[in-house]
């Protein structure tokens, strides 16, 4: 069955150290992957996406993510952090051909001062 | 553009009583879908639309009917409200085939 696992619930960073974020996926083919951010009490808002191609890919805010098909993993990374980064963090997944999207169970980051 | 728009933002209703959740786009999407949102599960799909009058479930539809008469509008309507759908509904759109998705702002319902 398809799946996106995000292996880390919570994770606590100090302001200005770097940051990754875990996401493994299991598709039959290469999917489109998907990293989104959630402030509290918004919205989900896109930092990047991966379709083909160069395999790392560049978002908004500073984040890039490196996609992996020998692990099947979606790693999203900052090389360093800001206290407004502070959020809950989702991967996602679809395939072409398909309108169903995965979620990730999410990631909630929190930036110590 | 608005993007897209839910309405409304909070609601709370007795169990039993019957709702519907506007959601509207302005991007000329085909594809539109509802999510719900709980602790500690991300994202689950309710129920989506590949375009006008063509909808099809999710993963948890149960409890909940769509129906999608024009491009711009994907109404989410709850029969008879249960405490298990609490919950922070999302509605999302996007152009055909895996490319990404925007977000409406949520609903947050609380059934008592």
């Known amino acids: 069955a398809q799946s996106v696992t995000q292996p880390d619930i919570h994770i606590t960073v100090s302001e200005g150290a770097s940051l990754e974020l875990r996401c493994n996926y299991s598709?039959?083919?290469?999917?489109?992957l998907f990293w989104y951010v959630q402030s509290p009490g918004q919205g989900l808002q896109l930092l990047l996406k991966y379709f083909s191609g160069d395999t790392l890919v560049q978002g908004i805010k500073g984040f890039e993510a490196e996609f992996k098909r020998s692990q099947s993993s979606f790693n999203l990374r900052k090389p360093s952090v800001h206290w407004s980064d502070a959020a809950e963090y989702f991967c996602?997944?679809?395939?072409?051909?398909?309108?169903?999207?995965?979620f990730g169970t999410g990631t909630r980051l929190k930036v110590l001062a | 553009n608005a993007g897209v728009t839910q309405t409304p933002k909070f609601q709370v209703l007795k169990t039993g009583q019957s709702m519907t959740l506007q959601c509207a786009q302005d991007?000329?999407?085909?594809?539109m879908s509802w999510y719900r949102q709980d602790p500690g599960m991300g994202l689950r799909l309710i129920h989506y639309s590949v375009g006008a009058g063509i909808t099809d479930q999710g993963e948890v539809p149960n409890g909940y009917n769509v129906s999608r008469s024009t491009t711009e509008d994907f109404p989410l309507r709850l029969l008879s409200a249960a405490p298990s759908q609490t919950s922070v509904y999302f509605c999302?759109?996007?152009?055909?085939?895996?490319?990404?998705?925007?977000f409406g702002p949520g609903t947050r319902l609380t059934v008592l």
């Open positions: 996602a997944g679809g395939t072409s051909g398909t309108y169903k999207y995965i």
């Open positions: 991007m000329n999407h085909e594809y």
């Open positions: 999302a759109s996007s152009y055909p085939r895996g490319v990404e998705q925007f």
């Open positions: 598709y039959g083919a290469t999917p489109y």
